[in-house]
């Protein structure tokens, strides 16, 4: 009975970005604002640079819509043609083909300080289990 409370407490506000460890158990989330936009932040392995990468929340998932760096080389490590530009101190790459996701696999190890941004809400989603799995659920 707790349980079906907290699923339908978690329903009341509307769209969220939930991170899942590989058993599917909730690690984290963040609820979305109005207009649907959610980022992950991470230090790059390579580089040692932080980076972003800023997703938009769409019907039955979610779109990758650009990816920014202070350091462009973080913006050649994904191969990925489109359109570059600067926003202020920031190299910002938005893909031409934006990637499509229902689910994204990723790993979060303290190494990479990997975090959920939603909002003004950031999230760490190092810490716990490396192997996530990130969805948008209503």
């Known amino acids: 009975m707790a349980l079906l409370g907290l699923i339908a407490l978690s329903g009341c506000g509307g769209a969220e ?20 936009h959610f ?8 580089y040692r640079a ?11 998932g979610f779109v990758l819509d650009s990816i920014a760096s202070r350091d ?15 926003e202020g101190s ?3 790459l938005r893909p031409d083909r934006p990637a499509r996701f229902t689910t994204m696999p990723l790993a979060a190890t303290r190494r990479g300080q990997r975090t ?22 209503q």
């Open 50 to 60: 932080a980076a972003e990468e800023r997703f938009r929340a769409t019907d039955g």
């Open 90 to 92: 920031l190299w910002v």
């Open 39 to 46: 980022a992950l932040t991470y230090r790059h392995s390579v």
């Open 116 to 137: 959920l941004v939603a909002g003004t809400k950031h999230v760490p989603l190092y810490g716990g289990p490396v192997h996530l799995r990130l969805v948008v659920e």
């Open 72 to 86: 462009g080389r973080v913006l050649d490590y994904y191969e990925l043609d489109g359109t570059r530009s600067r």
């Open 17 to 36: 970005v939930v991170a899942r460890d590989g058993q599917g158990r909730e690690v984290a989330s963040a609820a979305l604002p109005a207009d649907g």
